[in-house]
């Protein structure tokens, strides 16, 4: 067997696509229907989840480190630009908008939280459209709050002024 080189260490907070922020208790070896493997045990605490990612197939999954400050600030600034919300039907822009949250790529959430975000003075949102604004928001969110090592309220406070100033 050889020895991989592992990207991640206990203790790091990592981004896993389809699920957002989580945290590495721990790298393990686990022996699952009689192979042996090195897992990364990564935990989703306000989803109390835990997920167990084959290292070796670590990347194809799309876990990644938390980004940096620098592509943080260049997610965020994608919220102050103007909505590009098409006029194709919701059935289509709702599957879009789902895999770009899906992506964990924070530019393409902060598209997605920029485009359904709705002022005061604008008209109200379906049900659907609030679940993925609000899906959106609270993973754009966790990582903005895990980057700056702030609290998830402020971080959704400043996230709402950035869209408010737009």
């Known amino acids: 067997?050889?020895?991989?080189?592992?990207?991640?260490?206990?203790?790091?907070?990592?981004?896993?696509?389809?699920?957002?922020?989580g945290k590495i208790t721990t790298i393990e070896m686990q022996e699952i229907a009689g192979h042996t493997l090195s897992v990364i045990v990564v935990v989703f605490d306000k989803d109390r989840m835990t997920l167990r990612v084959p290292l070796a197939k670590a990347k194809v999954s799309g876990l990644r480190k938390l980004s940096s400050r620098k592509e943080m600030d260049a997610a965020l600034a994608k919220l102050r630009g103007r909505s590009r919300a098409k006029r194709t039907m919701w059935s289509r822009r709702a599957q879009e908008y789902q895999a770009k949250i899906a992506s964990g790529d924070p530019a393409c959430i902060a598209e997605v939280v920029r485009d359904l975000f709705r002022n005061a003075g604008q008209p109200e949102q379906s049900y659907s459209e609030r679940q993925i604004y609000q899906a959106a928001l609270d993973r754009l969110v966790r990582e903005f709050a895990a980057v700056e090592r702030i609290d998830e309220t402020t971080a959704v406070r400043r996230v709402e002024q950035l869209l408010s100033a737009a």
Do not use: A, S
Not at 1 to 9: L, N
């Open 1 to 21: 067997m050889t020895v991989e080189k592992v990207p991640f260490g206990k203790g790091d907070l990592v981004v896993y696509p389809t699920h957002g922020v």
